[in-house]
């Protein structure tokens, strides 16, 4: 499906020359933004021409922020500075403000390069897409696998029949994570943060580009396209003392007839990132370990590897939304509307588990991750392969479920969410979100 809005930036630019961009923040994942776009300012794709911080601007220049522009203390400066001098602004703050900054770059006129995931809160996204269509231009959602060619065509194969038919998709993501990472923004680790729903998880959040890929691959119909839930059932554990869950446990019957099945934590020691699409006449495993790969094993024996070249996803993300600005694609890998199908997953896991499940202190123990405090649960591996294969959820929790992975939910459900997730908070033991500043 091709775009509907424009083109091409509309500034006095010429067609082959740099895009200007602005980006809000230096820290954090702004970081890894600055030094992708000054490596494509190298080969003549953009140039940074502001940006903003209010560390930054009250004490020294962070090195990786180019030198001689200016750093202001806030966005909306920023913006209004930059006032018909930029083509696009990059937005890759905490989750909690992306709305607001979106609906502010929209306004101001500016294509948006929108860090993923864009909200986890079905209602605030639907107020997001109404505020897209306001647009000149589409914005860019930062997930990082859909600009590889090797996803679209294996998509290409899978829907083609070459495989038979597509029956199950898996995935499987252990990332370590300690006590840091989680105070590492004022979302990060929560649920609600004010008014505005969080939901930030290992599957919302850090490995959302797993949940978007895989409802990307299992999706027929046309190429740009993402499966939507039709049902869920999930289980919720927290090992870490923090609001949202650390570890989950979910199975989705997704439209089109293909079963999702996905354990995550980052209450791990090691990383371990997979996912295995099965059809009826083959296996296909994508490994994220060095080096990475697509593995077809085919029912005759036949196997394939595709190699996965590593390529720095930030860089190759602006190179693809620069081309899309200039005219030379027709739409961003990833478009604001094409993540609903992951943001109801996502609503759908609260409503099904309806609580999040403390682990047991039997069941869990401390280990240093990155030279900091981490929690860890022994076996949480052999556990999430275990869900995969059979669909029985460990019993880890101190309000023990049995095996069974939640209740069924519908999209009838969603908007249960609020209730649900209000009770989650009152009931996470130790830990209240503050009042925004």
């Known amino acids: 499906m091709t775009s509907t809005k424009h083109p091409a930036v509309g500034s006095s630019q010429g067609i082959n020359e740099p895009l200007r961009v602005?980006?809000?923040?230096?820290?954090?994942?702004?970081?890894?933004?600055?030094?992708?776009?000054?490596?494509?300012?190298?080969?003549?794709?953009?140039?940074?021409?502001?940006?903003?911080?209010?560390?930054?601007?009250?004490?020294?220049?962070?090195?990786?922020?180019?030198?001689?522009?200016?750093i202001h203390a806030d966005?909306?400066?920023?913006?209004?500075?930059?006032?018909?001098?930029?083509?696009?602004?990059?937005?890759?703050?905490?989750?909690?403000?992306?709305?607001?900054?979106?609906?502010?770059?929209?306004?101001?006129?500016?294509?948006?390069?929108?860090?993923?995931?864009?909200?986890?809160?079905?209602?605030?996204?639907?107020?997001?897409?109404?505020?897209?269509?306001k647009a000149r231009h589409d914005s860019f959602i930062g997930f990082s696998h859909i600009f590889r060619p090797e996803y679209g065509a294996l998509k290409e194969r899978i829907h083609s029949g070459e495989f038979g038919a597509l029956t199950e998709v898996n995935f499987l993501g252990l990332w370590p994570r300690s006590m840091a990472y989680f105070r590492r923004s004022a979302s990060a680790g929560r649920l609600h943060y004010g008014e505005r729903r969080?939901?930030?998880?290992?599957?919302?959040?850090?490995?959302?580009?797993?949940?978007?890929?895989?409802?990307?691959?299992?999706?027929?119909?046309?190429m740009w396209s993402w499966a939507e839930p039709e049902s869920v059932r999930a289980r919720l554990f927290r090992a870490n003392s923090i609001e949202a869950p650390d570890t989950v446990f979910l199975e989705s019957n997704l439209h089109g007839g293909v079963r999702l099945r996905m354990a995550a934590s980052h209450a791990c020691s090691k990383s371990l990132s997979y996912q295995e699409i099965i059809c009826e006449r083959a296996r296909i495993h994508i490994s994220y370990a060095i080096p990475s790969a697509i593995l077809i094993q085919m029912e005759s024996g036949k196997i394939e590897t595709i190699p996965l070249v590593p390529k720095d996803a930030y860089v190759e993300n602006h190179r693809w939304y620069t081309e899309y600005l200039r005219g030379l694609r027709n739409r961003p890998c990833t478009?604001?509307?094409?993540?609903?199908?992951?943001?109801?997953?996502?609503?759908?896991?609260?409503?099904?588990?309806?609580?999040?499940?403390?682990?047991?202190?039997?069941?869990?123990?401390g280990f240093l991750c990155n030279g900091s405090d981490g929690i860890m649960i022994p076996g949480i591996e052999t556990m999430g392969r275990e869900f995969?294969?059979?669909?029985?959820a460990p019993g880890i929790g101190k309000n023990d479920r049995g095996n069974a992975p939640g209740r069924p939910v519908g999209l009838s459900e969603l908007d249960g969410v609020a209730q649900v997730v209000s009770r989650m908070v009152e009931c996470a033991p130790g830990f209240r979100t503050p009042s925004p500043a």
Request: proline share 4%; charged share 25%.
């Open 198 to 222: 969080i939901l930030d998880s290992c599957l919302g959040n850090a490995m959302a580009h797993h949940v978007h890929t895989s409802l990307f691959l299992a999706a027929g119909g046309t």
């Open 388 to 392: 995969i294969r059979t669909g029985a």
């Open 22 to 70: 602005g980006v809000i923040g230096t820290r954090g994942c702004a970081e890894s933004h600055h030094r992708a776009l000054a490596s494509l300012e190298k080969e003549g794709f953009c140039t940074v021409v502001g940006t903003c911080d209010p560390v930054a601007h009250a004490g020294p220049k962070p090195d990786h922020v180019k030198e001689g522009i200016r």
């Open 75 to 133: 966005y909306k400066d920023l913006l209004n500075e930059l006032a018909g001098q930029v083509d696009y602004v990059v937005v890759p703050t905490p989750i909690h403000l992306h709305a607001s900054m979106h609906r502010d770059v929209i306004n101001s006129g500016f294509a948006c390069y929108l860090e993923k995931p864009p909200t986890l809160d079905h209602r605030e996204f639907e107020e997001m897409v109404q505020i897209e269509e």
């Open 335 to 365: 478009r604001l509307g094409d993540c609903r199908a992951m943001v109801k997953l996502n609503n759908l896991a609260y409503v099904s588990a309806n609580e999040i499940d403390t682990v047991r202190t039997d069941c869990r123990r």
